[in-house]
């Protein structure tokens, strides 16, 4: 997606560790108007699969979810990073370790939000790793649902997460690619 | 607002303590068809006002926010629960209590993203004890911003947040505001 490339240059930034830093408009100040196009790109990419619910985890991918949600008209189910005294006890669980944060938390579904046989397409703002991805993959396998893809805003192609998901024949859409970091410049798949 | 009580009166349960459960389309599962009459009703209270920002906490105050702001055509920004590696170290902070989770805890907002003088509106979904909200506050008011007014989902009008919003001269618009619950049935002021 050529206007997320030309943001991610000019408003992103690298940090020690292949961060890349997009805070300034995806991930702590958000974009709406690019928010917006990007929904609208997920629906574009995911326009032949029937697809029942949007499945995001807490807190970044839940704006790019909602918008996209727009387009896709479905619900938005979000996984909880937290306990809550809120939070059903009837969940679907997955542990997930967090490269970022360096510590493994429970991510958790309410039972009552993923029926089986559902249609789950997946949304969130990175792919690394794919730790994220695995768990929420794990917690719809759990429900007895159906991963039908994962749209990712930016993947981190120097990491395994995209190909592992890939190679378990999972639709995967990435709508930017960063293939590599090379003095201090991002080179796109 | 009508559609609003109807919803929380159908979908929403009570629990324990005065606990409002929503999460079937406001914090866990999303209807985005409500949000986003939701976030035409924040437009129109707030019409009148001239906004430059949004300001929520995360995690279940940037759905509301984000679909909200497709209506005030302005970016949003979430404060931050949690430590990450990848947030700035140039940020305001303040702290909250919060009951549902019985802790206190840091949030926090990047100084990038609170420019001195701009009018921000808080968003969020709950008003009860109004930690999360004065919290904000205090973060606008140490970015030197104007908090233009706060606009809150559901408030629990039987606990004291509200009140001391509105003694301080912030304008708040709850869309829907819980006087009491009364042998297990919400009443509303």
């Not at 490269?99 to 559902?118: A, F, P, Q, W």
């Amino acid at each position: 997606m050529e206007l997320l490339k030309q943001r991610i240059v000019k408003d992103g930034t690298l940090r020690e560790g292949n961060v890349i830093k997009v805070d300034s408009f995806l991930n702590h100040q958000i974009d709406i108007d690019l928010l917006n196009e990007i929904g609208k790109e997920f629906k574009a990419r995911f326009a032949s699969e029937k697809i029942d619910k949007i499945l995001t985890i807490e807190a970044s991918g839940i704006a790019i979810a909602v918008i996209a949600a727009q387009h896709f008209r479905v619900p938005v189910v979000f996984a909880k990073k937290t306990d809550s005294k809120n939070l059903d006890e009837n969940t679907y669980e997955s542990s997930v370790y967090s490269y970022t944060k360096d510590k493994t938390y429970t991510i958790r579904v309410s039972k009552r939000y993923l029926n089986e046989g559902e249609n789950i397409l997946i949304i969130d703002d990175f792919l690394a790793n794919g730790k994220a991805a695995e768990g929420l993959i794990d917690i719809i396998d759990k429900a007895k649902c159906n991963t039908v893809g994962v749209g990712i805003v930016i993947e981190k192609g120097f990491q395994k997460g995209g190909d592992k998901i890939r190679k378990q024949g999972i639709k995967l859409e990435s709508l930017a690619i960063v293939e590599s970091i090379n003095n201090g410049e991002i080179v796109f798949r």
